[in-house]
């Protein structure tokens, strides 16, 4: 095996294809990276128990064949190459990587001990790479972190005709955004949860131009975009459905420009000691943002507009807050709340008149294409 290529072209493509390498595995060979070279391409492929990733670029082909490298540490070796033109080659035991000077042996890994890659499941439909990174990045600011309740760590993928859904939640808060897609048959449904963590890492890596492919079956969700192609185990389990709990009635209403909010939020939660509350209280078309207990103490009053009874006040856990506000990028947000302790939706507008507009507000009204939903908390005494 012996192919030319340059170096910052190797080196995406080590780094794509090592994204899926396990940290630690009892397998050694789990921690190699499979380097094949035929007919004017380069093909690296990566795998461990939960993921799997290939990927082709071209490269000049001087002797084809293939070989199992570890993955990391020739993604070591990629990143410090000389820029230019580098040649790779299996010599013996030891597969070598040489340019502008500078050169690497490493030990290869036996082929027979690596297992085969997974097939791409059966290809539903394609969904904008662009627009399926920022629902998923939307979403995963929700997904739970405690592994001892694997499911709430996923993120819901569900496909209804040309709607697919992007849903998260720890129990605390939940994050939903709706995005058209395209289906390659009418009728196309499904309802899985996929590792947050991995679809996240997924999206990011495709970039942002092109159409991704959507592959499923009962055990694997599979992408696939020029060339990069990727598949990761399904999580076990149904995440809760979100539809009577977004349901709210007589809520509240608090329309406010979400940039001043999210630097007043920053800004106040400075002498928040750990989860202490954030308190909103509501008076006379302002909000005053205020934390801390006794001697440490924070406050902002900014401007809102309110909906429903002259003085309200809420609380909220400020780390949740800001990872909701953040998630949004419009110049407004629209809180909708029931009261201390219970639901508040936190909703994305282009101005204070959309969110307050009829088409908006008024029962029956489309849902907007990303909700965040937090648990409000004890106001401060």
């Given at each position: 095996?012996?192919?030319r290529?340059e170096?910052?072209?190797l080196a995406d493509?080590?780094?794509?294809?090592?994204?899926v390498?396990?940290?630690?595995?009892?397998?050694?060979?789990?921690?190699g990276?499979?380097?094949?070279?035929?007919?004017?391409?380069?093909?690296?492929?990566?795998l461990?128990?939960e993921a799997?990733?290939?990927?082709?670029?071209?490269?000049g082909i001087?002797?084809?064949?293939?070989?199992?490298?570890?993955?990391?540490?020739?993604?070591?070796?990629?990143?410090?190459l000389?820029?230019?033109?580098?040649e790779?080659?299996?010599?013996?035991s030891?597969?070598?990587?040489t340019?502008?000077?500078?050169?690497?042996?490493?030990?290869?890994?036996p082929?027979?001990?690596?297992?085969?890659?997974?097939?791409?499941?059966?290809?539903?439909?394609?969904?904008?790479?662009e627009?399926?990174?920022?629902?998923?990045?939307?979403?995963?600011?929700?997904a739970?972190?405690?592994?001892?309740?694997?499911?709430?760590?996923?993120?819901?993928?569900?496909?209804?005709?040309?709607?697919?859904?992007?849903?998260?939640t720890?129990?605390y808060?939940?994050?939903v955004?709706?995005?058209?897609?395209?289906?390659?048959?009418a009728?196309?449904?499904?309802d899985?949860?996929?590792?947050?963590?991995?679809?996240g890492e997924?999206?990011?890596?495709?970039g942002?131009?092109?159409?991704v492919?959507?592959?499923?079956?009962?055990?694997?969700?599979?992408?696939?975009?020029?060339?990069?192609?990727?598949?990761?185990?399904?999580?076990?389990?149904?995440?809760?459905?979100?539809?009577k709990?977004?349901?709210?009635?007589d809520?509240?209403?608090?329309?406010?420009?979400r940039?001043?909010l999210?630097e007043a939020?920053?800004r106040?939660s400075?002498?928040a000691?750990?989860?202490?509350?954030l308190?909103?209280?509501?008076?006379?078309?302002?909000v005053l943002?205020?934390?801390?207990?006794e001697?440490?103490?924070?406050f902002?009053?900014l401007?809102?507009?309110?909906?429903?009874?002259?003085?309200?006040?809420?609380?909220f856990?400020?780390?949740?807050l800001m990872?909701?506000?953040?998630?949004?990028?419009?110049?407004?947000?629209r809180?909708?709340?029931?009261?201390?302790?219970?639901?508040?939706m936190v909703?994305?507008?282009?101005?204070?008149e959309?969110?307050?507009?009829p088409?908006?507000t008024?029962e029956?009204?489309?849902p907007?294409?990303?909700?965040?939903?937090?648990?409000?908390v004890k106001?401060?005494?």
């Open positions: 095996m012996e192919f290529i170096r910052g072209a493509t080590v780094a794509w294809a090592a994204r390498l396990p940290t630690r595995s009892p397998v050694p060979v789990l921690g990276l499979l380097l094949e070279a035929a007919d004017g391409r380069l093909c690296v492929s990566g461990d128990y799997s990733a290939r990927i082709e670029v071209d490269a001087l002797r084809p064949g293939k070989v199992l490298v570890m993955g990391r540490r020739l993604l070591d070796v990629c990143r410090v000389p820029e230019g033109a580098v790779c080659a299996v010599e013996g030891r597969f070598t990587v340019g502008s000077g500078a050169g690497f042996g490493l030990s290869v890994l082929l027979d001990d690596y297992p085969s890659l997974p097939p791409l499941p059966a290809v539903l439909g394609a969904v904008d790479a627009e399926f990174a920022e629902a998923v990045a939307d979403v995963t600011v929700a739970g972190r405690d592994d001892t309740l694997p499911t709430l760590t996923g993120i819901r993928l569900g496909l209804d005709g040309d709607r697919m859904t992007l849903a998260a720890d129990r808060r939940f994050a955004r709706t995005l058209r897609w395209k289906p390659a048959a009728g196309v449904s499904a899985v949860v996929v590792s947050a963590r991995r679809i997924i999206a990011r890596s495709f942002r131009a092109g159409a492919s959507l592959a499923l079956d009962s055990g694997s969700a599979g992408f696939e975009l020029a060339g990069m192609r990727t598949t990761v185990r399904l999580l076990d389990g149904r995440l809760p459905r979100h539809d709990l977004f349901a709210m009635a809520p509240v209403t608090a329309v406010i420009e940039e001043p999210v939020v920053k106040v400075v002498v000691d750990g989860d202490s509350p308190q909103f209280a509501f008076r006379d078309d302002s943002l205020q934390a801390g207990y001697d440490d103490v924070a902002q009053r401007s809102a507009r309110l909906a429903g009874p002259e003085n309200f006040t809420v609380a856990n400020p780390s949740y990872d909701a506000l953040s998630s949004f990028d419009t110049p407004v947000v809180f909708r709340m029931m009261g201390p302790g219970q639901r508040a909703t994305g507008h282009a101005s204070r959309e969110a307050t507009s088409a908006v008024e029956g009204a489309v907007p294409a990303h909700q965040h939903l937090l648990m409000s106001p401060l005494v």
